[in-house]
């Protein structure tokens, strides 16, 4: 079992997801079985890498470390062999971040450990996903109905790809705002464009997106002032919200890009709070799929 895009799951298996989440935040029962977890990352990473890592201490796993500046893929050995290895000396679950739009269809039917992907260039980030939706089921308790908006750097966006596509299936309303040029033709036809100043206000939830610069090579820039003045999430703007809405931003934050400073912990913002959420998501995902191990190994068994 794998979680490589939301596709993976159900509707059903997310909110049991996002249930197990919301009780490791009460109380955490360690999983027993000895157990063993690697996080590639060969993109960078702060939150992702760190959450993991947090959420399998929590439950008790044994994390080995990797650091893909001193592994031998430096000397040319490949992702699909890295991770046999890793199999080889008795990892159970590798989560993997790749600058390479679904890296994991190489290891897909061809490993028998468990992938959670953590992020494929612009294509998924299905943990990113999971973590929204808890603090957006936190806030609205319900999917149904909600008018999202994911705003800024569209295209470029793993986070968007992920989060539109379950928040639809959800039940939400799902909108997207910024420089028409940075939107993504495949996912306006999921969702309607919308005009940033009206999103800000009609919006539950205002999902603000970092822009990307180290991903662009083509197509319309901006200076920061002026990103900032266009699509920004000014102080003037918050005052227009409507009054329940929250804002979202799955960080790094550009502060002063694509929220003013004193915006980033205003009483609207979420985006340490979805933090915080990161660690009780990412556990209820290795439980999942270390759940799902063992259901296999049994079936197989018998
Ligand atoms: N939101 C997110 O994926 O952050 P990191 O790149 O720091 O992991």
Redesign the pocket.
Known sequence: MHILTMDDLTNEEILQILRHAENYQHSITKITAPCYAANLFF?????????FEMAQKKLGLDVLSFDAQTASIQKGESLYDTVKTLEAIGVDVAVI?HGEDRYFDQLEGRVKLSIIN??DGMGH?P??CLLDLMTIQQEFSSFEGLAVTIVGDIRHSR?ARSNASALRRLGAIVQFSGPKEWMDEELLGAGNYIDFDQAVETSDVLMMLRVQHERHTFGVSFEKDEYHALYGLTDERVKRMPAKSIIMH???VNRGVEIADEIVECERSRIFKQMTN?VFVRMAMLQFVLQKREELKHEFVN
């Open positions: 993109e960078n990473s702060t939150r992702t890498k760190s959450s971040r953590g992020g980030h943990s990113q986070v799955p960080a790094p990161g």
